[in-house]
């Protein structure tokens, strides 16, 4: 444990928490869910994937601080981000007479804590919840900012609460047995965050270590998440409810959750859909702010390196637009866009819809001759 990584998360609420990272970080999360809660009871929330092994392991740490202590388990996937198991939660919850001083724990990747981190944000108006990320992409970003979701038919993440968690365990070891586009999703994150951080030294950092970390070298992870964590952290500090520094954390996102409506949850991984997110919108900030196109192929070459290729998929220009103007970013009808003037300058701008729909228009051609070269498949067709 002395090894161990810590970030302290000050927001201008009052509210703080820990983010604990290294390897072994799991030993004590028992021990400091004791530390900070006089509670009785404990639900541990895991998905099909996760629970077996990692939910388990933090089920019976909790035991042995004294907790009494339940476990739920909910199916893998994007499409568990839903009402209707908000709701399956929300009665288990009260089956189990959880208390408004007891706790829950979310231990898995961005579904789970957000599923998590929402159901104990709306039961009996709100308990604490710890979050204990297994994936790279919760560790670096979906865990951190209490920003809790589900998602409805018509969008990503439009039913959602701001509710912190009160401690967050980052045990690297956990990522050994991630798949490739768990992978993606991370490094999709980390790749955004690097572009938009204040120190550029960040971005080079990640430029000159990227085929390191596609290797998976625990050394590079375990300073990769301190990193990003620790930049995710700061900005939340400054900005606890998105209303304005922390807009810069929806670089690539407004057309990733487009993508990812568009072709179905889980069709393709949010990672994928951030780095097509990051192109596009550099792509958009050559017209609309001046970005110097060596920027864009320097991080068109980033992402890349880091597994990120483009990806041959592609919808109706028409119909991401439209789910484009229901995003929970645009204001008065207007689509609003992160956009680049520099690698670590940015700003938030809407953008005219004309505009817009010729960029779509660009990039769904380009994304046809991809699709081509693939032998007439999308990605995700067997």
Known sequence: MSNDRSIQVVLPSGHRYEIRIGKGALTAVGSTARSLKESRKAVVISDSTVGPAYGKLVKKRLEEAGFETYDLLVPAGEESKSIELATEIWSALAGYELGRDDLAVAVGGGVVGDLTGFTASTYKRGIDFIQVPTTLLAMVDASIGGKTAVNLPEGKNLVGTFHQPIFICSDVRTLKTLGDEDWANGFAEI????????????????????????????????????????????????????????????????????????????????????????????????????????????????LDSLGLEAIPWVAPPERLFKIMKTDKKARGGQIRFVLLDDITSWKVQPVADDTIISHLEAWCMAKSRLIEKNGGKMWGEK
């Open 191 to 302: 790749a955004k965050s690097a572009m938009i951080a204040p120190r550029r030294s960040f971005y080079e950092w990640l430029r000159n270590n990227a085929a390191g970390l596609k290797e998976h070298d625990e050394g590079l992870l375990e300073q990769v998440v301190y990193e990003t964590a620790q930049f995710k952290a700061r900005v939340v500090a400054s900005d606890e409810t998105e209303a304005g520094a922390r807009e810069c954390l929806n670089y690539g996102h407004t057309l990733a959750h487009a993508i990812e409506a568009a072709a179905g949850y889980g069709t393709i991984g949010h990672g994928r859909a951030v780095a097509e997110g990051m192109r596009f919108a550099a792509r958009l900030s050559v017209e609309v702010l001046g970005l110097d196109p060596r920027i864009v192929k320097a991080q068109d070459k980033l």
